[in-house]
């Protein structure tokens, strides 16, 4: 985060070797306005409840979604040639599978990823780790109702395509080079009735083996990419 110019209000460092190893770390920190402190090892584990803090913890401000007017301003003044891509998960609860799937939209460029008020993982410290910095660089827009955010989607002219295991096509059969927005369900369920209803068509991933469905993120990760891979060849 501190090389896109963000500022955690405190760092705490492992005492001993890891101040001299952080030394650079810790004075773009401290020219940032950070507090450094150190502390024991214990104290570090403690804090990050066994996951691997290679000496190093930093306390960030939490991270707000962006408001839905923001977005709806965004699009009608778009400032780039390249169509929106926009992706929207629609139930997405768990943590890990929120920040996987901001990854992969990081990754693949995406402008905007809009996640309902209601049925949604929260925007945590497991959404930032997982999501490896994309959390903090990608926008997410808050709605209140998706299916009535979609729509206004329509009306701005971005077209909307929904994954469902039922569907006829392919993902990679569908034109995604135009202003698009991707739709992913919650695992298990899918889509809601109003949200998928509010697709102007439905696509699938084939599945050629025993299994009948992947993962959300990595699902999110695939369709993504086939966007990616069309609009560079286009």
């Not at 007017?69 to 943590?95: F, Y």
């Not at 009306?155 to 392919?170: H, L």
Request: charged share 25%; with cysteine.
């Amino acid at each position: 985060m501190l090389d896109r110019g963000e500022s955690p209000r405190e760092l705490w460092l492992q005492e001993g070797e890891a101040g001299r190893r952080l030394h650079d770390l810790i004075e773009l920190a401290r020219q940032r306005g950070a507090r450094v402190k150190a502390v024991p090892r214990d104290e570090l584990d403690r804090l990050s409840q066994g996951a691997s803090h290679q000496g190093v913890v930093a306390f960030c401000p939490p991270l707000a979604p962006e408001s839905e007017e923001s977005l709806w301003h965004k699009l009608k003044a778009w400032p780039m040639e390249t169509p929106p891509l926009l992706l929207i998960l629609d139930g997405v609860t768990d943590v890990h599978n929120l920040g996987a799937c901001l990854r992969s939209a990081d990754a693949a460029g995406v402008h905007g990823v809009l996640v309902p008020k209601d049925k949604s993982a929260p925007l945590n410290a497991t959404v930032r780790k997982v999501a490896c910095g994309a959390a903090e660089s990608v926008p997410v827009y808050q709605v209140t109702n998706l299916a009535r955010a979609m729509a206004r989607l329509k009306e701005e002219g971005v077209w909307i395509t929904g994954t469902a295991g039922e569907a006829e096509g392919s993902v990679f059969e569908a034109d995604l080079r135009g202003p698009t927005a991707l739709v992913m369900g919650a695992e298990g369920k899918g889509m809601r009735r109003l949200t998928r209803e509010a697709c102007d068509t439905l696509v699938k991933l084939p599945m050629a083996g025993a299994v009948s469905s992947l993962n959300v993120s990595v699902a999110t990760g695939i369709c993504l990419f086939e966007a990616v891979r069309q609009r560079s060849s286009s």
